[in-house]
């Protein structure tokens, strides 16, 4: 076993028991902090598939802005047990009936298609064709952006402007009193 394999095995470990964490861990503020941590080790996934850009903006989007984000959202609801409201029996019940199908939904396509997937990882794309050697960093990733697919990319950044711009109007907008 080399190292890719020991370090893709730990990271997945670290993934999976953060992401469990998320989910049981009764205070809010810690299931955000496991929250990070899974998004830490899917950087460390990215490394290993050689991704770069994606490694760091996972870092500075993810785990840095988006989870602050929810930390200060927690912290201003001040989330406690005594204001969280009780789910019925009945409601348990149906998400573990969700859970359960979904888990076996999965392993069944999984195992279906377990002969199709290469057990050793290669450095071929599912074509056949080898990689460029600057596969996953920024400078392909831009030229590719401000070339191929310009159009788009400026119709995003208008629907941005628009978000952006009607979201300024919606909170700005002085509520109105009938009287």
């Known amino acids: 076993m080399d190292l890719t394999n020991i370090a893709f095995i730990a990271f ?3 993934t999976l028991i953060c992401a469990l964490m998320v989910v049981l861990a009764r205070n809010p503020i810690y299931s955000v902090i496991f929250l990070i941590l899974t ?6 996934h990215y490394v290993l598939l050689q991704a770069q850009f994606i490694a760091v903006i996972n870092i500075i989007v993810y785990a840095g ?3 602050v984000l929810f930390l200060f959202v927690l912290m201003l609801m001040n989330m406690n ?3 969280e409201p009780n789910k019925s029996l009945l409601w348990k019940v149906l998400a573990g009936f969700i859970s359960g199908g979904t888990l076996i939904t999965l392993l069944v396509i999984y195992l279906k298609n377990m002969g199709d997937i290469p057990i050793q990882p ?5 074509l056949g064709a080898a990689l460029p050697p600057d596969f996953g960093y920024v400078k392909p990733l831009g030229k590719m952006l401000f070339t191929d697919y310009v159009f788009p990319f400026e119709i995003a950044s208008i629907l941005f ?3 952006m711009v009607g979201a300024v109007f919606l909170g700005s907008r002085e509520k109105r009193t009938d009287n």
């Not at 998004?39 to 460390?44: I, K, Q, R, V, Y």
């Not at 290669?122 to 599912?126: F, L, M």
């Open 161 to 163: 402007i628009a978000a």
């Open 65 to 67: 802005a988006i989870m």
């Open 122 to 126: 290669t450095n071929n794309s599912a």
């Open 39 to 44: 998004m830490f080790s899917l950087t460390g």
């Open 12 to 14: 997945s470990a670290i």
């Open 81 to 83: 047990a005594s204001n």
